[in-house]
């Protein structure tokens, strides 16, 4: 039999999505499971998405630029001009989701061998691609205790050697909901400049800060324009993860040259999907308002009834739909799956993320959950019913 690769043996497994047959499993033996797992927001796609969508009156589902469409590009750049973010058309590139975006960029940046540096826990997807690339992944724990802030940066710049290309931060992050301030991405910006790197920064939920704070992109940082690899989708803020529209926002030329032969190999970015992305930037205020709005009431809602748990704490996150929790549990990864294979509250039960598949550093995360707030509050209520329950009843439980 043939060998398979080695790098897909080292490719890691979704905390994400790895409990789905579990989760399946139970809904096949009547179980109503609450997904507290994924980003999946459940608000509906704005309605003049969907009108467009509908009237698509084209005779031919042609394949769209490399670059994807050009009028898309021209909205995204206004777009990009309310959040103070001066690029023009030419500086973006549309991918296939976020996803793809970030899988170029490192194609594109790193050779096999090159290492970038992360604040753990971060979003599991960075380290596939990365090995997709060829690149090493070097990680520096974040804490709980102080909400996940970032790092001391001393500890980035001891990390730094001659094979390191850039820094990745996601902001606001994605597992933990925290939101970057005006000194750390300050701090950045000067190891970045001193050592010359690239700073990738996943900005996918910019429309999801909920502090006085201002929301700080690394294209407001001065002086480092031609270093800033920008990543975003519109799946999180239209609530349109499964039309795949992404991009990479930078103002390196020759990186954008390199982007686009990665874009040409793969032929086109969805046309549905831009078309219906290029119509979603007239989205109504009020609909933004209000989805927003609903986003704080749920992460309200869920962090109060998550510290009255006994045993748990979660910090308030202060962007993104997700926060990272403690839990009084002696194997996170077990007590998930318990949750779902062993468990059920009323015919009920809860599927969350493990929050060790978000760190590289082994035994990182061991007592600590992901979780979405992307049900509505409702549901949220009986989701942590159920959860506080769990908690009584699993026979790991340390507290």
Known sequence: MPKISSRG?????????????LSNAAKE?????????IGQPDLPTPPNALEVLKKVDRKVLEYSPSEGLKSLRERLA?????????????????????????????MSCLDPGDEIIVPEPAYANYMAFAISAGATIKTIPSSIENGFALPPIEEFERLITPRTKGILICNP????????????????RDLVKKYDMFLFSDEVYREFCY????????????????????????????????????????KHKELKKNVIKFCQARLSPPLLGQIVAEA?????QEYMLEMYNEYVER???????????????????????????????????????????DFEYEGQTVFMAPASGFYTTPGYGRNEVRLAYVIEKSELAK?????????????????
Not at 79 to 106: C, K, P, Q, W
Not at 173 to 188: D, K, V
Not at 383 to 399: D, F, N, W
């Open 9 to 21: 043996i080292e490719m890691p497994q979704s905390p994400i999505r790895k409990l789905v047959p």
């Open 29 to 37: 033996r009547g179980i109503k499971v609450y997904h507290l797992n």
């Open 78 to 106: 206004d777009y990009y001009r309310r959040y103070r973010i001066e690029v023009d058309a030419n500086d973006i590139i549309v991918t296939t989701g976020g996803s793809e975006a970030v899988l170029f960029a490192f």
């Open 173 to 188: 992050n994605n597992p933990t909901g925290y939101l970057y301030t005006q000194r750390e991405m300050n701090q950045l």
């Open 211 to 250: 502090t006085g704070a201002p929301y700080i992109s690394a294209f407001h940082l001065p002086g480092i324009e031609e270093n800033v690899v920008l990543i975003d989708s519109v799946s999180k803020r239209y609530s349109e993860c499964g039309i795949r529209i992404g991009a990479i926002i930078t």
């Open 280 to 284: 979603s930037i007239d989205t109504p």
């Open 299 to 341: 992460r309200n809602f869920l962090i109060d009834s998550i510290n009255k748990i006994p045993g748990c704490y979660s910090p308030i996150p202060m962007g993104a739909f997700y926060t990272v929790a403690r839990l009084p549990v002696d194997d996170a990864d077990r007590f998930c799956e318990w949750c779902l294979s």
């Open 383 to 399: 989701a942590m019913k159920v959860l506080e329950m769990a908690l009584k009843t699993y026979p790991g439980r340390t507290i």
